[in-house]
């Protein structure tokens, strides 16, 4: 017994031994010693010479002998451990670190894709460098045009629970340089605030404070990829991934609108809001809460950036300029000719290039809403105090998912729709059941409204006075007046809490149907726009490259993505009126093959799911009922709610469907809408289905696992078959019965 007590004990000491030689304070050293050890120089394999690299199984030997390493399998994991943090990295960045006649590189030894500048103690320039000694959670945003200081000292840092201290005396902002006690910014198209510890994070990952553009001189890329968002960063990771020589320009975030301001800060918000409504809710589950369940705002938001910068790697410049062997270059880009784009004075020459620019939020013209705060998915996730009177003006996909979270999260919410229903292009009963899913959340609907005007009001949280009547002249601002008192107690002061110094805003509508001149007035606290998106085409130089397009509908392309220049792709929001993260991954996969292996690849090909993340969600593949109907499409539909599921029962997620449409008299699948939890992660199985052309008979013949809200896809299936059993059909099985006895 004691020899097998040792023997684990004795496992468990070398195990901690070969742990504490691989912890990450020594990997620099280790670099060294490699570096200054190694062989390095110009070897060849098939005809080709790759500069300064060293071979991988010299370097096993290496440390070994050295005593760095007690075997060769731990030398390789070592060996690893350079490579992934970026020390070095194989020459074609096609293998691991190998205990095999593999070329490295060092990182160094690369030709420069792009990098930070490092301070006098080698660590990279950040955002924090530049940041008055002042708690994280006061500040508001910088312009990310901003970042440039001449005081290239070595700051000491101070932690404590959200402040960090700086020794900077001045600061660069929206290009002006101020004092660190009033220090003026302006709101640029894309802003980030509060500055805490998990935005700097980001913004050191995305839109670095400084960086050094690579050389292009003498260079003539295969691929220059404007925008780095999802379409944008796919390409020039596929395209780099395959040998071709990219380079990519993106002037904001790298990572776009999703990591930024759209998917995954929403994502967090939503989860957020979904616990708090559980929680309001747990007594039908027998489970009680003692008093009121209270939300820390505050709280939410923090998580949600934090969780944002610890996303924030995986898009960085860093990442694309040395893991994916990307040239970086952080700026404008403009086309100046049809194989030329310049970029901070730089002149860029490609055989190819993929336009990646994305969209803004469309703003309506309403009189009066461009001279007021308000907000849209690119300001929303700054917010750190709840508004008790919200707005929002639109319910498509990201106006109902944020109106329903910030109603759960305690505001007082309403919803402004043109339209006499909410999410126009999702089936109509399945939008039918969000809509009243919001309404017992208690987000009131104005449907059918024509805004009339907007303004300031006199009138802010602190007076109890009713404000809700119909007139709107008692209480008008001057809007210059309210601007220049904005610029004096903290709208554009650096330092001050400018959300409680906003004014609120007065909203004047009628209702479509009543007498035409009835008007209502009401007035909230901010107001969040999301009447859709217009895509980013103008300032870009296209009509240098002979690039046609439209300030509506974005880049004119073909259906192999290509615009009015064969030579030139778009891809994502910029030209797709399926403005989805995963479309644009996908039409970069498509570019990739078109552009540079004479591929044939077509967009309208192309099987796009969707959803909509509101609570229930909704999710949709293929065609509509009411696109059946256009086209004279005869079909079938085949429904499941989900009051007839057991596990939806148990879970007491009851509300919507499952409906799927199949060709008239087969099992053809032609589109399925899925309304309740979970249907974004239901979607994808009959996706599958019409990607591969499988029957929904067959799809009923896939054993589910029992219980699942996924049943509801297999019972449609058991539906379908249960038609083939014509009358004729069942006489016959009751003959047979007769004689199997």
């Not at 590189?105 to 660590?123: I, L, M, Q, T, Y």
């Not at 880049?555 to 993505?561: A, Q, R, S, T, Y």
């Not at 591969?692 to 896939?702: E, F, H, I, P, Y």
């Amino acid at each position: 017994q004691q020899q097998q007590q040792q023997q684990p004990r004795a496992a468990q000491e070398e195990e901690a031994e070969g742990q504490a030689s691989l912890q990450l304070p020594d990997l620099e050293e280790l670099r060294k010693a490699l570096l200054a050890n190694v062989e390095i120089k110009n070897r060849s394999y098939h005809l080709k010479t790759y500069k300064r690299c060293f071979i991988g199984s010299e370097a096993v030997t290496y440390m070994v002998k050295a005593g760095l390493a007690a075997s060769r399998e731990q030398a390789v994991l070592l060996g690893n451990l350079l490579l992934q943090s970026g020390a070095f990295f194989h020459v074609a960045r096609d293998h691991s670190f190998k205990d095999e006649r593999l070329f490295y590189r060092f990182a160094e030894h690369f030709e420069n894709s792009g990098a930070k500048p490092v301070k006098g103690d080698g660590s990279a320039v950040s955002w924090g460098d530049f940041l008055p000694k002042t708690a994280w959670s006061t500040r508001p945003s910088l312009s990310l045009s901003s970042a440039s200081s001449s005081d290239s000292s070595s700051p000491s840092t101070t932690k404590k629970r959200g402040i960090l201290g700086r020794s900077s005396s001045m600061v660069s902002v929206a290009g002006q340089n101020a004092s660190s006690t009033n220090v003026a910014y302006k709101v640029s198209a894309v802003d980030v605030s509060p500055l805490d510890e998990h935005n700097v994070k980001l913004l050191d990952n995305v839109h670095p404070a400084k960086w050094i553009d690579p050389d292009p001189s003498g260079k003539v890329y295969n691929v220059v990829v404007i925008g780095a968002g999802a379409g944008g960063l796919v390409t020039a990771s596929g395209c780099s991934g395959v040998g071709a020589k990219v380079a990519i320009i993106e002037k904001h975030m790298m990572g776009g609108d999703c990591l930024n301001v759209g998917c995954v800060p929403s994502k967090a918000l939503l989860k957020c809001a979904k616990v708090a409504h559980t929680l309001r809710t747990s007594s039908r589950f027998g489970v009680h809460v003692k008093g009121e369940v209270e939300v820390d705002f505050g709280q939410i938001m923090e998580r949600m950036r934090r969780l944002r910068a610890k996303i924030s790697p995986i898009d960085s410049f860093e990442r694309y300029s040395t893991v994916k062997g990307v040239d970086v270059f952080k700026g404008h880009g403009m086309f100046t000719g049809k194989h030329t784009v310049e970029v901070n004075g730089q002149k860029l020459r490609f055989a190819k290039a993929v336009i990646a620019t994305g969209g803004s939020p469309g703003v309506p013209n309403v009189p009066g809403l461009r001279d007021v705060p308000f907000l849209t998915n690119l300001n929303v996730f700054n917010l750190t105090k709840l508004p008790k009177r919200l707005a929002v003006i639109g319910a498509g996909p990201i106006g109902c998912e944020l109106a329903q979270a910030f109603q759960r999260f305690g505001s007082e919410v309403v919803v402004f729709v043109r339209s006499d229903r909410i999410l126009r292009k999702e089936d109509p009963a399945a939008a039918d059941v969000v809509f009243q899913a919001m309404k017992d959340d208690g987000v009131r609907f104005v449907t059918g409204a024509q805004l009339k005007r907007v303004h300031l009001s006199k009138k802010r949280d602190s007076d109890d006075d009713d404000d809700s009547g119909d007139g709107d002249n008692d209480d008008v601002v001057d809007q210059k007046e309210e601007a220049t008192r904005l610029m004096t107690t903290g709208f554009e002061i650096f330092g001050k809490d400018t959300q409680s110094q906003q004014r609120p805003v007065r909203i004047v509508y009628s209702v479509k149907g009543e007498e035409e001149a009835q008007e209502h007035s009401e007035v909230f606290d901010s107001i969040l726009v999301a009447t859709g998106r217009v895509p980013n085409v103008e300032g870009m130089g296209l009509e240098a490259a002979g690039v046609e397009y439209d300030k509506r509908s974005g880049v004119l392309v073909n259906d192999m993505l290509q615009t009015t220049q064969k030579h030139i792709f778009a891809v994502g929001d910029v030209v797709a009126k399926y403005q989805f993260t995963h479309v644009a991954d996908f039409m970069a996969r498509m570019v990739i093959r078109n552009a540079l292996f004479f591929g044939s690849d077509r967009f309208s090909d192309l099987l796009i799911p969707w959803a909509t993340y509101t609570d229930p969600e909704v999710a949709h593949v293929g065609l509509y009922e009411s696109d059946l109907k256009e086209k004279g499409v005869e079909y079938d539909t085949y429904e499941r709610p989900f009051a007839d599921i057991d596990r939806a029962l148990l879970d007491g997620d009851t509300l919507g469907f499952c409906r799927i449409h199949t060709k008239k008299g087969g099992d053809q699948i032609l589109g399925c809408t899925i309304v309740g939890a979970h249907a974004g992660d239901m979607i994808s199985e009959v996706t599958l289905a019409m990607q591969s052309n499988t029957g929904l008979g067959r799809v009923a013949t896939v054993i589910h696992p029992y219980p699942t809200q996924a049943e509801a896809v297999r019972q449609c299936g058991d539906a379908f078959n249960r038609t083939r059993l014509t009358p004729t059909i069942k006489s016959l099985f009751r003959t047979l019965m007769k004689y199997n006895k």
